[in-house]
């Protein structure tokens, strides 16, 4: 059943674009990778919803194809919505994608409408989204990430010393492309930042699991790492459970940036994998499913982290009464800052959602017109 819109509040306009966007080092091109994946480029998706005289402005990180899904199956799926009927529009897109599958493109895709949705609510009742949902505090503590497995040892300690310097309390980097070199690449980026600095490091699931276990040992040993992030793969529960019942006492292990669905969350909470739960917003499903995913943090006394997104996960995380901090990642900062006005500010090692502004304070700011390659609905 359909919530009836009122004249002032029904959706009037559903309008997407995708921006390629290529990866950059000190203003340079560069390839970057990690232990499972290699890139140049990455595409934003960006979707506005128009209601009530106001427009609501999503994001996502994912495929250009999205882009036709907003227009061919979740546009339609919006007709005659309300506005304000926030989590109805969440579940119609949901359905409008049983045959497609949900799991990934199409979970971004809907991500993307329903943090423009959120915004746009919050834009109509002239509030910040931070206010809407309720505020658990009013920021939200970042790390740095980046340290690509592409860099030279030069390129990752200018990084992370640089994050340092800036106040940032937790830097990461990436792992598991070459393990031979890996535990002197950690001892490198040690020396980089000081003993003051929190460590993290992330395999992209690229170990086995008695590979991870002496791995986690010897990182924790010879350069204090807290955090080993998918040391094998997200799909490995058993592997993580492993990893996490026998690694060493003080190391958090952490799952979930592939978490699509409400139910990716609970297989990895219920098979006890992970000491921190990572939830992305631009794919597990906007607002409504990263608070999904943060009230089964709560449920299972899990800390939440956000995985990167930071203009976006700034808003949401200082929500979430279980988040602990949110992904401050390379690529993504640079391309947050350029698309859009109104990014949030990194004060003292964290980020300040700004009040002040209604929805979530961000615009497109035209900087980034150059790399848009493809747009629906203008």
């Not at 232990?35 to 919803?49: I, K, N």
């Not at 329903?114 to 949902?133: E, F, N, P, Q, T």
């Not at 640089?162 to 106040?167: D, K, M, Q, T, V």
Request: proline share 3%; with cysteine; glycine share 10%.
């Amino acid at each position: 059943m359909t919530v009836a819109a009122s004249a002032d509040t029904a959706i009037r306009a559903v309008r997407a674009a995708v921006y390629v966007v290529p990866t950059t080092f000190d203003g340079e091109p560069v390839r970057e990778s990690d232990g499972t994946a290699e890139w140049d480029s990455t595409t934003v998706l960006v979707v506005e919803v128009d209601a009530g005289g106001r427009t609501g402005l999503g994001y996502a990180y994912t495929s250009s194809t999205a882009l036709g899904l907003v227009k061919d199956v979740l546009a339609p799926a919006l007709t005659g919505c309300d506005a304000f009927a926030t989590t109805q529009a969440f579940w119609n897109m949901a359905r409008a994608v049983r045959n497609i599958g949900w799991r990934g493109i199409a979970a971004s895709a809907i991500s993307a409408v329903d943090v423009a949705l959120h915004d746009l609510k919050a834009k109509l009742l002239d509030v910040s989204l931070l206010g809407l949902l309720g505020a658990g505090r009013d920021r939200i503590m970042v790390y740095g990430s980046g340290g690509f497995t592409s860099y030279s040892d030069e390129q990752l300690e200018q990084q992370l010393s640089g994050w340092a310097e800036r106040g940032i309390r937790a830097v990461k980097m990436k792992i598991g492309t070459d393990a031979a070199a890996d535990p002197g690449r950690v001892r490198a980026a040690r020396a980089a930042i000081g003993d003051e600095v929190q460590l993290f490091v992330d395999a992209n699931g690229a170990y086995s699991r008695k590979q991870a276990l002496g791995m986690a040992a010897r990182f924790s040993a010879e350069a204090g790492v807290t955090w080993f992030e998918e040391p094998v793969s997200s799909d490995d529960l058993d592997g993580l459970r492993l990893i996490r019942d026998r690694g060493p006492a003080g190391m958090q292990i952490a799952a979930g940036e592939y978490g699509y669905v409400p139910a990716d969350f609970r297989m990895l909470l219920t098979a006890g994998a992970v000491d921190t739960l990572q939830a992305d917003a631009t794919r597990c499903g906007g607002v409504t499913g990263f608070l999904n995913a943060a009230q089964q943090c709560v449920a299972w006394s899990v800390p939440l982290s956000a995985h990167c997104a930071p203009a976006l996960h700034a808003t949401l995380a200082a929500a979430a009464e279980p988040a602990v901090h949110v992904e401050y990642f390379h690529d993504h900062t640079l391309i947050e800052s350029m698309l859009f006005d109104g990014v949030p500010e990194l004060v003292g090692g964290c980020l300040v959602p700004d009040q002040s502004r209604s929805g979530l304070g961000l615009q497109l700011s035209g900087r980034g017109d150059d790399y848009r390659k493809e747009s629906w609905g203008a």
